[in-house]
């Protein structure tokens, strides 16, 4: 590898960081998951950019290999699955606190996705970062009807877990 | 009700990003040379073990030494047939793993990299399945060759002076019966937990998108 392509990955993972992180904050609970997750799907982007082809955008590329690596290479540990129980704990406690305001509602949404399974976190992260249904078929590898028939069930998984 | 939250989410979701770390320059350029920790490396180098452990299995030589007379030949050349062909096959497994390991891309669909990922394995299972029914096998033969050519003189000796001559054949047979089974069970115990650890969340996955498409 020379060290043109290494710049030139470089800094446009340093632009487009926002996206890895916020795949890493879905799907881990603490710093130290954050940032390896982090790492993790770094190497994975480094090693597949030698076959990035510029046909599509560097960004939409980036939502791919972040969730393959968070969704399937990515191995959690135990601990890690603990903590994040002990966090929801504190957060319903927390959340109890506060007045019904938005700020509430919106705190009890992020606690409700959190909860989901790692396939419909996946959809609803396309989904808050506006990708249409086609992107969204096409990253996980099912149909167009199929993801919209599962983001509706998603749509009511969230609605009991914030109503039980 | 539901969509105006899913919406109110989406706006906050963008307002997030303040939010979030920041990585230098640096910091991201220090993590490209790090080493990956993904479970596509754990089954490569767990494959590659089961590889090498059970080539080293075959090439440990069957004793045939002490075998002399007229069906000497005969275990030679099967022996020898047995190791031929168990190599050609062992190739054969490498190949096929090697060429659908090539093939995990992590740029594909999240369905098709789990589908590749566990075809890999399915590759290696199949191999170990082999390498089993093989050590089974030369187990056995290995076995009639010692009663039929080199019979130990002390456990012929206990079988004939047994009242039953009959039930004392089938007593052998069935304790090396029990051996392989429990040989078999206690390995697929260990790959159970071994790929259970490791596989689970994929498979589980895997199923879920499965399930999608039916």
């Not at chain 1, 992107?135 to 009511?156: C, F, P, Q, Y």
């Not at chain 2, 490209?32 to 030589?61: D, G, N």
Request: positive net charge; proline residues 2%.
């Amino acid at each position: 590898m020379n060290k043109e392509l290494e710049h030139k990955f470089v800094s446009e993972l340093e632009s487009n960081q926002n996206i890895v992180h916020k795949v890493c904050s879905l799907y881990t609970n603490d710093r130290d998951s954050h940032n390896d997750l982090f790492q993790e799907i770094t190497i994975q982007l480094w090693k597949a950019y030698p076959k990035f082809r510029g046909d599509a955008k560097f960004s939409t590329w980036m939502y791919r290999v972040a969730l393959n690596t968070a969704i399937t290479l990515y191995r959690k540990s135990k601990k890690r699955i603990r903590t994040q129980d002990y966090d929801s704990v504190i957060f319903k406690i927390k959340a109890d606190e506060y007045d019904d305001t938005q700020e509430r509602q919106l705190k009890l949404m992020y606690n409700a996705v959190k909860q989901l399974g790692d396939i419909d976190k996946a959809l609803v992260f396309l989904y808050l970062e506006d990708k249409d249904y086609s992107e969204i078929a096409e990253t996980l590898g099912i149909s167009e009807v199929n993801a919209r028939v599962k983001m509706n069930r998603i749509k009511n998984k969230l609605r009991t877990i914030l109503n039980p | 009700m539901m969509m105006d939250e899913l919406e109110l989410l989406k706006k906050d979701w963008q307002k997030q990003e303040e939010t979030l770390p920041k990585l230098s320059y640096d910091d991201i350029y220090k993590m490209i040379w790090k080493k990956s920790s993904s479970i596509v490396k754990w089954i490569f180098y767990i494959s590659i073990a089961e590889f090498v452990f059970w080539i080293a299995m075959t090439l440990i030589p069957i004793n045939s030494e002490d075998i002399t007379g007229s069906g000497a030949q005969f275990v030679k050349i099967s022996e020898w047939v047995l190791e031929i062909t168990a190599f050609i096959i062992i190739i054969y497994f490498i190949y096929q793993f090697y060429q659908n390991y090539q093939k995990i891309s992590v740029t594909d669909s999240a369905r098709d990299l789990m589908k590749k990922i566990i075809k890999t394995r399915k590759t290696v299972m199949r191999y170990v399945w082999f390498n089993l029914g093989l050590f089974a096998l030369t187990m056995v033969v290995v076995l009639l060759e010692v009663l039929i050519f080199n019979p130990p003189t002390e456990v012929m000796e206990k079988i004939s002076s047994a009242d039953s001559t009959l039930i004392a054949w089938l007593l052998l047979g069935l304790f090396f019966a029990v051996a392989i089974v429990f040989f078999g069970l206690l390995l697929w115990l260990f790959y159970r937990l071994l790929y259970g650890i490791l596989l689970k969340r994929l498979n589980e996955n895997h199923r879920e998108l499965k399930k999608l498409e039916v």
